[in-house]
């Protein structure tokens, strides 16, 4: 790879898919395919490799990446040295932080960690898990899970350390969460190095800013209305905002258009507010970035 390229770790599996979204979002066009681990993205000044978020910590610490997202859960499970410069909260179904969970069969007599007392518990997490076990005293055996750990209680483990978004795939498999190991979000790491030099600094610095005002706007829309300035107040109630509203003036004197951001969930019951306020023209549009 040159050296006038920024080096972008993109996370391969799960998170792939809305990592590609947010990147759309942020305004970068990212082209996966299938037969390569090298995608295409439309700024001549990046090169972009898929790697699975569990080792992606370890390349942005070596330096094999100058830049790349992965979970706040894999960082501390590799113990890397990586600068982290933006929190991004979304996951693969919803925009929400993840948990690693002790978990064990809804029959199982295990209501806290202490109960684990020379148990067996399977995890992917095994760093993690070893250390919330010694942050309690407790002494049991963590195994590493090459994958379906929720099948494997109670004959091939006593409890499991699994990630969850909603918890339906635990229910599914009869296990009833005991304790909360750790909350997780996608993050923006980087090499610190790269830091350093200018040319890769700055790059890393938009896209750290574009990314954050992306996330920043999931969830949000738009909301333009004209009102007669003698009910501009009573309309002005009924909004929320982020700051607040942009009011300006129309040709005619007698009226104003009012502009902002709110939670798209909030609109169903605010625009009959709004109507039966004096508002007319009502626009709601979509955001892709909000830059705060």
Not at 145 to 153: Q, Y
Request: proline share 5%; with cysteine.
């Amino acid at each position: 790879m040159a050296a006038n390229k920024l080096r972008l770790g993109i996370p391969k599996g799960s998170l792939q898919d809305a990592t590609v979204q947010l990147f759309q979002r942020a305004g970068y066009n990212v082209y996966c395919s299938s037969r390569s681990y090298f995608p295409v993205i439309d700024d001549p000044e990046i090169e972009c490799m898929l790697i699975r978020a569990q080792e992606m910590a370890r390349y942005v610490q070596d330096g094999v990446l100058d830049v790349g997202l992965t979970g706040k859960d894999w960082v501390l499970e590799n113990d890397a040295q990586v600068e982290t410069l933006q929190d991004l909260v979304y996951a693969k179904q919803s925009f929400s932080r993840v948990r690693w969970v002790l978990a064990v069969p809804e029959s199982s007599p295990v209501q806290s960690v202490q109960d684990l007392e020379g148990k067996i518990i399977a995890t992917e997490l095994v760093g993690v898990t070893q250390r919330y076990l010694a942050r309690n005293g407790v002494k049991a055996t963590v195994e590493f899970s090459w994958g379906a750990t929720e099948v494997k209680p109670p004959t091939l483990a006593d409890a499991i350390v699994e990630v969850t978004e909603t918890g339906s795939s635990l229910r599914a498999n009869k296990l009833r969460i005991v304790e909360t190991v750790l909350e997780s979000n996608t993050q923006l790491i980087a090499h610190p190095p790269s830091l350093k030099d200018p040319f890769k600094a700055e790059k890393i610095g938009t896209l750290s800013l574009l990314l954050k005002s992306a996330i920043a706007a999931y969830g949000h829309v738009g909301l333009m209305l004209n009102v007669r300035r003698s009910l501009l107040d009573t309309v002005l109630e009924q909004l929320p905002a982020l700051q607040r509203p942009t009011v300006s003036s129309l040709s005619d004197p007698e009226w104003a258009a009012v502009n902002t951001i709110i939670e798209e969930r909030q609109v169903r019951d605010l625009l009959p507010r709004l109507k039966a306020a004096g508002a007319v023209g009502i626009v709601e549009y979509p955001l892709n970035k909000i830059v705060l």
